[in-house]
Nanobody, 115 residues
């Protein structure tokens, strides 16, 4: 499975961005999909994830601001980010879990929120 992420950029605090991540290759094996982020000097952390059936869970710091969704027909996962804050600045990575237990990571997309 190969992943291609899009949608990062520079936005002012309070603004919005929508990330997308499209999978190609052995897409029938895709199970859960998710977004992670890594800020400079910090460990990578989970932002949101969604099961194949659409069950979602979020990190506490994005609840009410971010929404994850997926389109199984397009093998794509989205992250709508609203009310962005400077501490949301990070490289955002999409991740896919296969039914066989393998994890696949996208290349990362930079999100920068200015104050």
């Amino acid at each position: 499975v190969q992943l291609q992420a899009f949608g990062g950029g520079l936005v002012q605090a309070g603004g919005s961005l929508r990330l997308s991540c499209a999978a190609s290759g052995t897409t029938f094996s895709i199970n859960a999909m998710g977004w992670y982020r890594q800020a400079p000097g910090k460990q990578r952390e989970m932002v949101a994830r969604i099961s194949r059936d659409g069950i979602t869970n979020y990190a506490d710091y994005v609840k009410g601001r971010f929404t994850i969704s997926r389109d199984n027909a397009k093998n794509t996962v989205y992250l709508q980010m609203n009310s962005l804050r400077p501490d949301d600045t990070a490289v955002y990575y999409c991740k896919i879990n296969s039914f066989g237990g393998t994890n696949y990571w996208g290349q990362g997309t930079q999100v920068t929120v200015s104050s």
